[in-house]
């Protein structure tokens, strides 16, 4: 047993979509969220500079004795997760992948895009996990603007119609952003009714695993959630994570 909280961060409010799913799936464990939205987007920064970024948010997650790390945040998984693995050997990561695979086993012969940042979309990682299980009919899009978009709450239809106006007859969308899964709306405003799928239930049956793995789940009756930001951020991850 443990109670030492359950870290989770990523550039900005995305990663609160991961977050409600873990805190549904184990409500009695403690949370502390970090929203790094002064460095948002992640995705249009390069590998050295997004290292130096994500090692400083892991540092200060450290001072907070975390018992494991959630990296919600699919960019940064895709482009330095393994190497703040390798500089941080003693601490249990979670990272966050687009779901290419769940398309490859259930939705084989559907028409499909894994929307991405232009980070994750052009990362070698990413580049391997798409090469291996990338069917018939799926396309991969980058979308470079949109999570500084969903960020600052500007209108992401615009932009949406205008990146996905010639794919036609979508049945399947991979949210391959944190971020995305909060345009929901404005995607089947342009694409029509389509199934989405994001990570949220698979990190958290993975966070689960591990704590039960390592004997590490809490033993206390009653979680809850610290957040690492201004009161306008908090109320607005709030309202996510308990919608
Ligand atoms: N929410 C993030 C992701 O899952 C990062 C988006 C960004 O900052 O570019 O990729």
Do not use: W
């Not at 929203?35 to 200060?60: H, Q």
């Not at 559907?110 to 996990?129: M, P, R, V, W, Y």
Request: proline fraction near 5%; charged fraction near 25%; hydrophobic fraction near 35%.
């Amino acid at each position: 047993m443990d109670n030492r909280p359950i870290a989770f961060f990523d550039s900005g409010i995305g990663g609160s979509t991961i977050l409600k799913e873990v805190i549904k799936a184990l409500p009695n464990e403690k949370y502390i969220y970090y929203p790094d939205s002064v460095n948002n987007p992640y995705g249009n920064k390069n590998k050295e500079e997004l290292f130096t970024i994500v090692d400083g948010v892991v540092s200060k997650l450290i001072e907070y004795n975390p018992k494991l790390i959630v990296c919600a945040c699919n960019t940064a998984t895709a482009m330095v997760l393994d190497d703040i693995r390798k500089k941080y050997p003693d601490i249990i990561f979670v990272g966050t992948e687009p779901a290419v695979k769940v398309v490859y086993d259930s939705f084989r012969d559907k028409n499909a895009i894994i929307l991405t940042t232009k980070g994750t979309g052009d990362s070698e990682k990413f580049g391997e996990l798409f090469n291996k299980y990338k069917t018939k009919n799926c396309s991969l899009v980058e979308a470079p603007l949109l999570a500084g978009l969903i960020e600052n709450e500007e209108d992401a239809y615009p932009y949406l119609y205008q990146l996905l106006k010639s794919y036609t007859n979508i049945d399947i969308v991979v949210l391959g952003c944190t971020h995305f899964p909060l345009v929901k709306d404005e995607l089947i405003r342009v694409l029509g009714p389509v199934k989405f799928i994001d990570g949220g239930e698979g990190i958290s049956r993975r966070v689960q695993f591990l704590l039960e793995e390592n004997h590490l789940l809490s033993s206390g009756d009653s979680g809850n959630l610290d957040i690492i930001g201004d009161e306008k951020i908090k109320e607005r991850i709030k309202g996510i994570v308990y919608s």
